[in-house]
C-alpha cells in the first residue's frame, strides 16, 4: 500500500514562508491498496490538489473519502475537488451523523448559495452518503473535563461513563499498526489552556503510540501558527523522548508530499 499526505496542517491554511517544509493546506491523505483501488482520508484543503493531480492523469475514480469528523478544516476543500465535476465518477462519502444534523447535510451545508456557487445537488459524479455509528476520538482526561465547559454533552456523558481509561478505545482501535497518524497539535504547555478543543499534545500521542504498539506514528494536523522550524523542534523532542524511554517505533511530522509505503 501506499500513502500520499496531501495536507497536514490544522484548523485553517496558513500559506507563507515560514510553512514552507511541512505546507500549509488542511487536512487530506491518500492511500492507495495493492489493487491500485483508491481511498482519500478527509477532504480539507489538500484534497483540491489530489483532485488536480487527478484530473491531469485523466484518471476515473470511483473512492469512498473517509470524513473523520466534520469541522471545517477536514471538509472546506470538498467543493473544489475536481472529479466531483467530473460525469462518470463516482464519490462515497463516509462519516458520523450528528443528532442535529446528518453527513450529507454537514457537506452540502457549505456549499449552499449564500456560501459557494455551485450546490451539492449540481455536480455531476455519482455522490453518495455512508453513516458510520463511531463518534470521533479525543484526548480525555475526567478531571480535566470536570473543569471543561465547551464539550459537547454527548461526549462527555458517553466518555464519563465508561469504566477504566476512556483512552483505551483508541489504543485498542490502533493496536499494532503499521502507520498511526496522529493529531498532534499542540505542546503539553499549550494543552493546558486548550482542555477539550478536541486536539492532542505530542506527549500524549506518544503515549497512545507505545501503548499500541505501532510501528511507525505520524504526527499530524500541526497547529496553524506553528512554523516549519518550531515543528522540527517538536518532531526532535519526540525522538529524545523515544529515545530517554527506549520505545520501539519510528516517529517522523507529516508533511506535503510525504509518501509512505508498506
Known amino acids: 500500500m501506499k500513502l500520499k499526505f496531501w495536507g497536514v496542517r490544522g ?12 505546507g500549509g493546506n488542511t487536512p487530506s491523505l491518500e492511500l492507495r491498496l495493492d489493487n491500485d483501488e ?6 480539507g484543503t489538500g484534497i483540491r490538489n489530489l483532485g488536480d493531480h487527478l484530473i491531469a492523469n485523466g484518471e476515473s475514480i470511483n473512492t469512498s473519502i473517509l470524513i473523520t469528523h466534520p469541522h471545517w478544516d ?18 462515497t462519502i463516509i462519516g458520523t451523523d450528528r ?3 446528518n453527513l450529507q ?28 455509528g463511531e463518534e470521533e476520538f479525543s484526548p480525555f482526561d475526567r478531571q480535566s473535563a ?38 498532534a497539535t499542540y505542546t503539553p504547555e499549550e494543552y493546558v489552556d486548550k482542555v477539550s478543543w478536541g486536539h492532542s499534545h505530542y506527549l500524549f500521542t506518544l503515549q497512545l503510540a507505545a501503548r499500541a ?28 523522548e523515544i529515545k530517554h524511554k527506549k520505545l520501539k ?11 509512505i509505503s508498506w
Open 11 to 22: 484548523s485553517i491554511p496558513t500559506p507563507g514562508k515560514s510553512t514552507v517544509k511541512y
Open 38 to 43: 483508491l481511498i482519500i482520508f478527509d477532504a
Open 74 to 91: 477536514h471538509i472546506q476543500g470538498f467543493p473544489f475537488f475536481k472529479p466531483a465535476f467530473v460525469s462518470g465518477n463516482e464519490i
Open 99 to 101: 443528532q442535529e444534523i
Open 105 to 132: 447535510h454537514i457537506i452540502a451545508d457549505q456549499m449552499r448559495k449564500i456560501y459557494f456557487p455551485i450546490q451539492l445537488n449540481e455536480l455531476k459524479a455519482a455522490i453518495k452518503f455512508k453513516s458510520i
Open 146 to 183: 470536570m473543569n471543561a465547559t465547551n464539550f459537547e454533552p454527548i461526549v462527555l456523558e458517553k466518555y464519563m461513563s465508561q469504566k477504566g481509561d476512556p483512552n483505551q478505545r483508541i489504543v485498542d482501535f490502533a493496536k499494532d499498526a503499521d502507520i498511526f497518524i496522529h493529531d
Open 213 to 240: 504498539n505501532v510501528k511507525h506514528c505520524v504526527l499530524f494536523h500541526h497547529e496553524p501558527n506553528r512554523s516549519d522550524d518550531q515543528v522540527d523542534k517538536i518532531l526532535e523532542k519526540c525522538k529524545n
Open 249 to 259: 517505533f519510528e516517529c517522523s511530522a507529516a508533511y506535503e508530499g510525504l509518501v
